[in-house]
C-alpha cells in the first residue's frame, strides 16, 4: 500500500508541474484530465521555460557528482542568476513575483458570518483526509528507515498547527509530500529540517522577499518533478507486479 501510495503522490506531483515547465495552461477536474490537457496544447510550449525546466533538472548530475552539495539550492540560485543575467522576464518566463512581506497579526477567528451547522461537516471531512495523509506520508517514510511513528503525537502536532494557522489567519494544513521528499533527497534526517525550514520561510517574510521574487516558476516545477521520481521505487513495483 504505502508503495502504491508514495508513486501516485510521485504521479500528481509530475503531472501538476508539466504546466510550470512548458507555460502550458493545462486544467481538468482530475490528474488524467490536466494530463490529457497538456499533451493536446504540446505545440504551444514556451521553449525559453521549458529550457530553463531542463536546465534546472541538471541538479541530478550535481546529486550525484557530491552528495554534500545541496543539489535543487544550488540549481535554483543559478536558475535566478541566469532569469537576471539574460533578462529572461521579459521574454515571458514567469517568475515567484512579489512576495508580501511581515508577520501575520494573531487574532481570534469572527465566526459572527459563518454558518457552523454548514461548516462543520465539511471541516470533519478536510480534518480526516489531512490526518489521513499526514499518517499515510510518516508511515511511508518510517518504513523505508525501518522506524515507527507515533500516530498520537502525528495527531496532536497537526492539531496544534491548523490551531496556531487559524489564530494567523492561515488555512487548513496538513503535511506535504512535496517537502518531504526534497527533505529526504537532501539528507534530512530529523526534526531540526523542519525547523531550518521555519527559520527560512521567517526570514522571507522578513528581509529576502525581493531575492526570491526572481526565482522562475519553472525551476520550482522542476525541482519538484526531480524530487517526485525519488519516490518510485522501481525495485518493488517490479515484485508487486511479478506477484
Known sequence: MLIGHLAGIAVLMIVSQLGEGTRIDTGGDSTLDE?????????????????????????FAIRCSSRRLPGPLIAMLLAAGVVVLFNLDR?????????????PSPALPDFSAVELA???PAAVGVAIVGYSDNVLTARAFAAKRHES?????????????????GLSHGFPVSSSGRRTVLGDAMGSRSQLHSLVAMVSVL????????LLSVFPRAALGAVVIYAATRLVDITELRRIARF
Open 149 to 165: 511513528i507515533d500516530s498520537g503525537q502525528e495527531f496532536l502536532a497537526l492539531g496544534v498547527a491548523n490551531v496556531a494557522a
Open 203 to 210: 526570514l522571507t517574510m522578513l528581509f529576502l522577499s525581493p
Open 91 to 103: 521574454s515571458s518566463v514567469a517568475l515567484v513575483g512579489e512576495i508580501p512581506r511581515g508577520l
Open 118 to 120: 454548514l461548516l462543520l
Open 35 to 59: 494530463l490529457r490537457s497538456f499533451v493536446t496544447q504540446l505545440d504551444q510550449t514556451h521553449l525559453p521555460t521549458l529550457a530553463v525546466a531542463v536546465g534546472t533538472l541538471l541538479l
